[in-house]
């Protein structure tokens, strides 16, 4: 038995941002918030919830009774981003996690999928990272920040349903891209910044691109559409309650499950690959006074793809429809929402 079903109510927060709208299409492709089948999609931007507002956030939940909430809102950026606004980041997604996840809980929703993020493990986490690899070493300084964020809304669900039984499961995914990525000149993270920098080098006629660092750091890269199956399948199958549910090397119910490929690519491999899909002919140089950040940060995948689970489209596939997504619209984004 599939544990959600058409019927229900589903709240999709974060549902404008590039991984909130693909679990939307996700939902819709495999049947999910038809009103037909008295169900519902309920995705409402900045201007309907605040999710900043916790006296907002409590009423929006209470009034629209949600079945089921997906928290894929974040504040989000590169490494850049994270230097420059390191308090932005921790108070903004700590605010908005804890009053999604309360809000759910103390209303009686029946399920919650909270999106972390693959840079909650070590910096220097044994590869490939499994999910006892948390809080076993120091984490990336260039991103610590939203980590320990993240961090925290994963444990939240956890005591939530070790305290209360409340139905609280967390996906980290590796990197991602895909439509609606954030291709801000500053804010972006490594693919979308790349392509951006060998669009406009293309576009303007320049002979040569720089990229940051010396190339040689390794990264795991999912499509956002494989991430929306990977929720939509979590969802069907997966609860931290069952007898049935993963468990760690303890023989504990594990409380957030790894998504990605188990493949990955190096950046300069990454650089030479945007280069081809965005048809760039001129030289790459590589600025080694630049941070490289994590040298290796390939996820362990095993445990969800022993569910039945796997990613469906290759690096080289999603290059091309995310490049021609970036040329058709060249639209920076920040808090996903």
Not at 199 to 227: I, N, Q, Y
Request: charged residues 20%; hydrophobic residues 40%.
């Amino acid at each position: 038995m599939r544990l959600i079903q058409p019927s229900d109510r589903f709240f999709v927060a974060g549902a404008r941002g590039m991984a909130g709208s693909a679990i939307v299409r996700a939902l819709q492709r495999n049947g999910y918030g038809n009103p037909a089948q008295g169900g519902e999609l309920l995705t409402p931007n900045r201007q309907e919830l605040n999710l900043l507002d916790d006296a907002s956030v409590h009423r929006w939940i209470s009034e629209h009774k949600p079945d089921v909430v997906v928290l894929a809102a974040a504040t989000v950026g590169g490494i850049e981003a994270n230097r420059r606004r390191p308090a932005d980041f921790l108070l903004e997604n700590l605010r908005l996690e804890t009053q999604v996840i309360e809000a759910a809980w103390r209303t009686g929703v029946r399920r919650l999928l909270f999106l972390g993020s693959s840079c909650i493990y070590p910096k220097f986490a044994e590869q490939p990272i499994r999910e006892e690899s948390l809080l076993t070493g120091a984490l990336e300084p260039t991103n610590a920040w939203y980590a320990i964020a993240k961090i925290a809304g994963i444990k939240l669900c956890e005591a939530l349903r070790l305290q209360h039984n409340f139905d609280a499961i967390s996906l980290m995914p590796t990197n991602l891209y895909g439509p609606g990525d954030n291709y801000h000149p500053s804010n972006s993270h490594v693919l979308p910044a790349l392509i951006r920098r060998f669009h406009s080098a293309k576009k303007s006629g320049e002979t040569s691109v720089t990229c940051w660092g010396t190339g040689k750091p390794l990264r795991e890269f999912l499509h956002s559409d494989d991430l929306g199956e990977a929720c939509v399948f979590a969802l069907q199958h997966w609860s931290a309650l069952s007898e049935e549910a993963p468990r760690d090397d303890e023989g504990k119910p594990l409380a957030f499950l790894n998504v990605g490929t188990g493949v990955d690519v190096s950046i300069r491999q990454l650089a030479e690959q945007v280069a081809d899909a965005v048809s760039y002919k001129g030289t790459v140089h590589w600025d080694n006074s630049k941070p490289d950040g994590t040298p290796k940060k390939q996820l362990d995948v095993s445990r969800l793809s022993a569910m039945g689970w796997q990613a469906q489209i290759p690096l080289t596939q999603g290059l091309v429809s995310t490049v021609a997504e970036f040329a058709s619209s060249e639209k920076p984004r920040g808090l996903d929402q």
